[in-house]
């Protein structure tokens, strides 16, 4: 059976311009407007579509429940697992997400255990992955959706917790989301090793961040999407859109 999977980091609705500037639209009073993101994913219609950077009933975003928001457009159903609640919205949360046109029959927010020492000139946040196993015509395929922290350490706690995940499950698997890693990254060794690391498909080197140009960052590849031997990897398409500071990464593939 051909699949379309997608992996999306939505910057929770922000949408941006080619001179690198946020531009809330003011019939939404200067929140983030979600429909961007929302009418490109209809476009694309994937079969199981994660996503970064997700909102759930933050005041910031109008306080709806993003993935619902998306998942109901695209005619999908949806999940949410929260990495966090920010100090200055705590009734709201943070994290990742999946949608999918197939019944999601399980689902888990697992934390990324933050690193003991914090002593890198970066940015901490506790991360997450959120875990659904999707029936796709009687097959049960596990979805991993996460986002990794800026941090190395940050980063090395990401991976040795997705190890132990794999090689614990029992399903087919696809693991995508927003790394925060290039392609070259010795971090990547462990899941490839246990993985088929999609972005290897291309010869030429790809970026998915940041949509827009900018002199600030160099184009890069951070987003992926992983499978397991059970899936035979067919395309992949990094499409151009502003409607989030990243690109959307699509795989076709058979399971």
Sequence with gaps: MKLKIMTYNICSGQHYTPSDTFTPDPAYGGIRDLNYCTEFIKSVSPDICGLNEVDDFMQRSGNISQVDYIAERAGMKGWFGKAISFSFDPDGAYGNAVASRFPII???????????????NAYYETRGITR??????????????????????????????????IDKCETPIILMGDFNIRPSDFLLKPLRERLFDTGLMRDEYFHTWPSYETDKAKKCKIDYVFLSKHFKPISIDVPHTYASDH???IVEAEL
């Design 132 to 165: 659904v196993v999707v029936d796709i015509e009687g097959t049960r395929v596990t979805v991993f959706q996460t986002h990794f922290g800026l941090a190395v350490a940050e980063k090395q706690n990401a991976v040795t917790t997705l190890v132990d995940l």
């Design 247 to 249: 690109l959307p990464y």
């Design 106 to 120: 399980e689902t888990e927010a697992i934390s990324i255990p933050d690193p003991e020492i914090k002593d890198e």
